[in-house]
């Protein structure tokens, strides 16, 4: 839980970034194309070439749905939403975290469902903003990056169960997730890019070199090998914690009103959510041991 807990620190300043100087200014598909090359870069020294080749086009599969058709939905809906309204339907991650590994698991628990439900009623109470008239595209938009980002992580973290990679670095084949990131977002870019806005100003560059070196390359890795570390209600729950975090940087950098009781409540939810998971598994065990 400490390496989501880092994640989600850096990742709370990735809305603003992308709302307040990318979306509307700069093509999304090139934006996503820069940021997924520079994470690409990072990994490229400690890459093992000479893994299997199945496991080399899982791991770019993986990467392929996890960031890049993610990115490609999250850049367009800011187009369609303000930044709070991003971070208020990122609610529903938790529950495609659950469900979609339960469902590879071939098992069904509700109580990891009822602790991802408690959290997304939290991550709502904090941020319930008014919706404005193209919320319905912004909406699906966001939807689409969420099931691509839980079905991603869910997949990396049953794929590191096999007892041919759950002992090798981490570093050494998370390249290939973003070579196969950087795959699909060229082929976007070329398809569908808009070349008369790729020149990004110094404050744009910075913001991509941060979204793409820290954010993504940094961020991305941290966040997958936490999520094989983690169950999956630990992690369900740890996707929401971002938005009280997104909120408040919001507040401090940029002024954005907030309601304190509202996010007080809904971070407290949270909490719970994850100190009933906490207690779930503690029954759990005592139940095997006994």
């Known amino acids: 839980m400490r390496l989501l807990s880092i994640v989600t620190f850096i990742w709370a300043f990735s809305f603003s970034f992308i709302g307040v100087y990318l979306a509307g200014k700069l093509d999304s598909y090139f934006a996503v194309l820069v940021r997924v090359a520079l994470a690409s870069l990072i990994f490229v020294p400690f890459t093992n070439f000479r893994l299997k080749t199945k496991f080399k086009l899982q791991i770019m599969g993986i990467g392929i749905i996890q960031i890049g058709l993610m990115y490609i939905f999250f850049y367009k809906s800011f187009l369609f939403l303000s930044v709070p309204e991003v971070l208020l339907f990122t609610i529903l991650t938790p529950i495609y975290v659950t469900i979609i590994y339960d469902i590879l698991k071939k098992r069904f628990n509700p109580l990891y469902v009822l602790t991802a439900l408690l959290a997304v009623i939290g991550a709502y109470i904090i941020k319930s903003t008014q919706i404005n008239p193209n919320f ?148 759990a065990q005592r139940n095997l041991a006994t």
Request: aromatic residues 14%.
């Open 136 to 283: 319905f595209t912004g909406f699906l938009m966001v939807q689409g990056a969420n099931i691509c980002f839980a079905l991603g992580q869910v997949l990396y973290k049953k794929l590191l169960e096999n007892d041919e990679l759950k002992d090798m670095k981490q570093s050494t084949i998370f390249g290939y997730f973003h070579y196969g990131a950087l795959l699909i977002s060229l082929v976007a870019f070329l398809l569908f890019g808009n070349f008369e806005k790729i020149t990004p100003s110094p404050t744009q560059w910075a913001v991509l070199l941060w979204l793409g070196m820290v954010a993504s390359g940094l961020g991305y890795f941290l966040w997958n090998k936490g999520a094989t570390q983690a169950d999956s209600g630990v992690l369900a729950i740890m996707n929401n914690a971002v938005i009280p975090l997104g909120l408040i940087v919001n507040l401090v950098i940029w002024g954005r009103g907030i309601n304190y009781q509202a996010l007080f409540i809904g971070g407290g939810l949270i909490l719970l959510a994850l100190l009933l998971h906490y207690q779930i598994l503690k029954r």
